[in-house]
């Protein structure tokens, strides 16, 4: 459990050494690669046994730089001093037996496409963390040994994404230690090249063939470039100052994504790295690329990591689980195996920034999302952040649910809203169903159900969203075109879905998905309001103002259907279903969840012209909307 002061150096440094003892009693000399229990991914056997050392082997170099504990410091585990050499030599012979061609634990070479190149990049970033520890103690013919293996890279093949940046880091790597080929340098510049075309503004990346706008910003974009600039900008400092800008400007907008309570919405892909999510502040802040105040950062991603610590993410080896709030391997995406989790060590690039350093002696400073209700706009991400009740909310106007990605999981990107303490629920099989919450789907007569794929930001800004995208499906040609308008007032959510269908087809709105640990919940209906409460007030409440006149629930309340909630084994989901019709109709409905139930009574239609609606509740007041696309309602 973190101490309770949690935001110095020694704590964090705690932190880092509780994560790796579980993993040390899995090293077994000689070996290159650690036995995590948990499913294999679907990149092969040796693919999964490499990222089971390179992921630890970041987390190691972070700890390995550390300052070390004081020798009189009182602890519990192992003495700090003999589990720093063990892990360092531990690390050096692993990978001089996962490099050797001719021995049994050879990862085997680089191909194209392969998940291989993805740990090559980490660890070459790894090896210059903590070189001293990790590199500079191998003799010549294992150095040889090691680049020779990590050159397998040269030639491959990279998805068109952020894995360019695997082959920059490997390839400039090779080139500082001496193992360069000429032609490598118009090889880093291409990929550079490539990446910084995935730039659409204000330090913000389209990830490439995913074409979504999630935390890969965080996870790769804003930390590879950053790092590369740290490691070997000084060849090529024009660049280097651009992807430092780039980081500045994207700290600025992204520090409005973290809850007071510390999570961040869970969105997108690759959740299951967790407190990844803070890599690039304390990276920033070392380059002197982040004016964001040093306290600030601090406590930010203090209270991330901490989030994440103190719930049961651990599995029953002690080590990292698949999952975001606790073990849910059916979360994980296809590429995900046991270790996959410890990409989460970037997170730890706090401890790159020495004890004196102001990031660490700085008063803390509150959060955005502590400083009161707001939404915060990024037009080149195409959303909206915002803050209630120290929730934060992401409202999805233009990352899309591309080909690619939607063998991962389609609620990932395709739902409208994503908040802090709600989590979402999943829907299986992965390729062929939405979930309902927060989302609007299309269900044909025979049950086939279709949601968002493409979408285009037509008006953004912090005070509401309109976007517009089809449901529906090649080769059946299903196809309803949707434009969605967004206001946010507080814990709510008041939504207009325009929808012109194709095809008869019934319509299905659904609210928040309220997150249950233990089945007990008491629910009401009726024909308008459907609402939701756990025991300890926590709720969910969805208001139809027009256009689905049918209400019920998508629910796991025992142990007879799968889970399918993000972060709770059981939840429970308002949704409102139209008529089954062909043609147009409009959706309007008001959705909340939160944990004062004063704020989820019912507003109250005050009056409606079309353009204008001021809608009146007892705790809030009134609330008026103005939008040329609103159509009249009755009051």
């Not at 040269?154 to 894995?163: A, E, K, P, T």
């Not at 930390?223 to 992807?243: I, M, S």
């Not at 062929?432 to 269900?443: K, Q, R, V």
């Not at 007569?445 to 517009?468: K, M, N, Q």
Request: charged share 20%.
């Amino acid at each position: 459990m973190p101490d309770p002061d949690f935001g110095t150096y020694a704590a964090w440094r705690d932190a880092a050494r509780e994560l790796l003892e579980p993993l040390a009693a899995l090293m077994h000399p000689g070996e290159a690669g650690l036995a995590i229990a948990g499913p294999a991914s679907a990149n092969g056997a040796n693919a999964d046994r490499f990222e089971s050392f390179a992921r630890p082997l970041l987390l190691a170099a972070h700890y390995l730089q550390s300052v070390p504990e004081p020798a009189d410091a009182a602890r519990t585990g192992p003495d700090p001093a003999a589990f720093r050499v063990r892990l360092a030599h531990w690390f050096r012979t692993g990978l001089v037996a996962g490099t050797d061609p001719a021995g049994p634990h050879y990862w085997g070479p680089d191909a194209n496409y392969h998940q291989l190149h993805v740990e090559i990049g980490l660890l070459t970033i790894a090896l210059q963390i903590a070189p001293r520890e990790l590199w500079e103690p191998l003799t010549r013919g294992e150095r040889d040994q090691v680049a020779a293996w990590i050159a397998t890279i040269r030639g491959s093949g990279f998805v068109h994404n952020n894995h360019y940046f695997m082959a920059v880091h490997a390839y400039e790597f090779l080139g500082r230690h001496g193992y360069g080929r000429r032609t490598d340098r118009a090889t880093v510049d291409e990929y550079l090249d490539r990446l910084e075309l995935m730039h659409r503004g204000g330090g913000w990346f389209e990830d490439g063939i995913n074409q979504a706008f999630d935390y890969y910003n965080a996870y790769a974009f804003n930390f590879y470039g950053v790092w590369w600039a740290r490691l070997h900008g000084a060849r090529d400092p024009v660049r280097a100052t651009r992807w430092r800008d780039w980081a500045r400007l994207f700290l600025r907008d992204y520090e409005h994504f973290f809850a007071a309570s510390g999570e961040h919405p869970p969105f997108g892909r690759s959740l299951t790295y967790r407190f990844n999510a803070v890599a690039p502040f304390a990276l920033a802040v070392l380059e002197g690329c982040c004016d964001l105040p040093p306290g600030r950062v601090r406590r930010l991603c203090t209270r991330n990591l901490r989030f994440f610590l103190e719930r049961p993410i651990r599995q029953e080896q002690g080590c990292l689980a698949l999952g975001w709030t606790d073990r849910f391997d059916a979360s994980a995406e296809l590429y995900s195996c046991p270790a996959s989790p410890y990409w989460a060590a970037k997170g730890f690039s706090s401890l790159l920034l020495p004890p004196d350093h102001a990031y660490w002696t700085a008063p803390e400073e509150p959060l955005q999302s502590e400083r009161g209700d707001h939404a915060h706009a990024i037009p080149a991400a195409m959303m909206v952040v915002r803050s209630t009740a120290g929730a934060v909310e992401l409202l999805n106007a233009g990352s899309q649910v591309s080909h690619v990605n939607l063998r991962y999981g389609a609620w990932k990107w395709s739902k409208h809203a994503y908040r802090t303490g709600a989590g979402y629920t999943l829907a299986f099989p992965l390729a062929t169903n939405w979930s309902p919450d927060s989302a609007l789907c299309l269900e044909l007569p025979g049950g086939t159900v279709y949601g968002r794929h493409s979408t285009v930001p037509l008006e953004l800004d912090a005070h509401h969203l309109l976007f517009g995208y089809n449901l529906g499906f090649a080769p059946a040609q299903v196809n309803a075109h949707v434009e969605t308008l967004l206001f946010w007032h507080h814990g709510w959510l008041l939504q207009l879905h325009t929808i012109e269908s194709r095809q008869k087809a019934v319509y299905r709105l659904g609210g928040y998905a309220l997150p249950l640990t233990s089945p007990p919940v008491v629910r009401t209906g009726g024909d308008t309001r459907l609402a939701a409460f756990r025991p300890d007030g926590r709720g969910t409440v969805l208001q139809l103002l027009a256009g689905a006149p049918h209400g019920g629930w998508d629910s796991r309340l025992d142990e007879t259907t799968a889970r399918t909630h993000l972060g709770a084994p059981f939840h429970a989901t308002p949704v409102f279903r139209s008529e089954e019709t062909a043609g147009d109709l409009r959706i309007a409905a008001l959705a909340w969840t939160g944990s004062a139930p004063a704020e989820s009574a019912a507003w109250n239609v005050a009056s409606a012209p079309a353009g204008e609606w001021t809608l009146s509740h007892p705790h809030h007041g009134d609330w008026t909307v103005r939008h040329w696309a609103l159509p009249a309602l009755p009051s």
